[in-house]
C-alpha cells in the first residue's frame, strides 16, 4: 500500500450544549478554558475520541481506552509484548539483530493509530531490548479546540446516595458534589496530514479517507453524564487536499481561509487551485 499521495488539511466545527466537553482534573473537573475564558478541548482527547472512533470501525488501535479494550490486556506494555509478530515482544525485538526502522515498520503496519499519531516505544529491563527507545512521528496532526467566544459555565451542586452494608433499614449519607456545563458554544479544531511523514509510517491515502469518514460523527458512542447524547454535535468538515505532497500552500495560510462565527456559521475564502470540500456532520 502506497504512502499518502498529497498532502491535507481539515478543520472541525462542532457545538457543545449543556455539556462538559473536557474537563480539567486539576480544576475541580471544570471544563478548560484558556487565560480569556474561552473554551479548550485538548489535542489529546480529540485524538481519543478520534482513537474510539477508529477502533469501533474495526481499525486495530495501539493506545486502546480502558473502557473499549477489545484484547484484555492491561497496559500498552503488555499489548505491545503480546504482539510478537511484530517484532517487539520481550525476547523478539533485540537491537543487535533488528533495526530500528524495521521495528518502526512492523510496529506501523500493526496498529493504525501509531502509523497515524506516532508513538513511543520505550523498552525497560526486562526485555532483551532494555534501554532501547524507538520514536515514531506521525503524520496526523490535530490542535486543541478552542471556543469561537469565551464561554459560559453553569457549575450545580448534586448529592449521591449510596447504599451502605447493612439490612438496608438506614439511609446511608449522602454524598455532596459539583458538576460543570458549558451551557453553549460553537468551537473549532484544525488538524493536518503530512505526507513527508507518512512515508516513514505507511499512512496511505486509504487511512486518510478512514479518518474523513469518521470525522463527521466523531461523537457518536461518546455519551456520558458530562456529555450526553446529542449535547455534542459536528456541524461541518472543512476538507482540504493539495494537489502534491508538499502541498500548494502552508497550514496556517489554509486554516486561516476559515472565519467561524459565534452562531456556527463560518466563511470560506478559496485559494487559488485548492477547492475545500464541505461536510456535514452527523
Not at 512492523?106 to 506516532?118: P, T
Not at 516505544?121 to 490535530?142: C, W, Y
Request: net charge neutral; charged share 25%.
Amino acid at each position: 500500500m502506497s504512502a499518502l499521495s498529497h498532502k491535507i488539511d481539515f478543520a472541525i466545527i462542532f457545538s457543545v450544549k449543556n455539556a462538559n466537553p473536557n474537563g480539567d482534573p486539576l480544576n475541580g473537573n471544570r471544563p478548560r478554558t484558556d487565560y480569556e475564558g474561552f473554551g479548550e478541548i485538548t489535542d489529546v482527547c480529540l485524538k481519543r475520541k478520534l482513537r474510539d472512533r477508529l477502533q469501533t470501525e474495526g481499525h486495530s488501535i495501539f493506545v486502546q481506552s480502558d473502557e473499549k479494550k477489545t484484547d484484555g490486556m492491561t497496559s500498552l506494555q503488555n499489548r505491545a509484548y503480546a504482539e510478537s509478530p511484530i517484532g517487539l515482544g520481550k525476547k523478539t525485538f533485540n537491537p543487535k539483530e533488528n533495526s530500528k526502522d524495521k521495528a518502526t515498520e512492523l510496529a506501523c503496519k500493526q496498529w493504525f493509530d501509531v502509523r497515524a499519531f506516532g508513538q513511543v516505544f520505550a523498552f525497560g529491563k526486562e526485555s532483551d531490548a532494555a534501554g532501547v527507545s524507538i520514536a515514531i512521528r506521525g503524520p496526523v496532526t490535530i490542535q486543541s479546540a478552542f471556543s469561537i467566544e469565551p464561554v459560559s459555565i453553569t457549575s450545580t451542586q448534586i448529592t449521591k446516595s449510596v447504599n451502605s452494608e447493612g439490612d438496608g433499614t438506614k439511609k446511608s449519607s449522602d454524598t455532596m458534589g459539583m458538576k460543570h456545563r458549558v451551557d453553549h458554544a460553537i468551537y473549532v479544531a484544525y488538524g493536518a496530514m503530512t505526507p513527508q511523514l507518512a512515508d516513514k509510517t505507511g499512512f496511505s491515502d486509504t487511512d486518510a479517507e478512514a479518518i474523513k469518514a469518521i470525522l463527521p460523527k466523531l461523537f457518536e458512542g461518546d455519551a456520558s453524564s458530562a456529555r450526553p447524547e446529542g449535547s455534542m454535535a459536528i456541524s461541518k468538515v472543512i476538507w482540504w487536499q493539495h494537489n502534491s505532497k508538499a502541498g500548494q500552500y502552508s497550514s496556517a495560510k489554509v486554516h486561516a481561509t476559515l472565519k467561524v462565527n459565534p452562531d456556527g456559521d463560518y466563511d470560506l475564502t478559496q485559494l487559488d487551485g485548492l477547492k475545500p470540500e464541505e461536510i456535514s456532520g452527523f
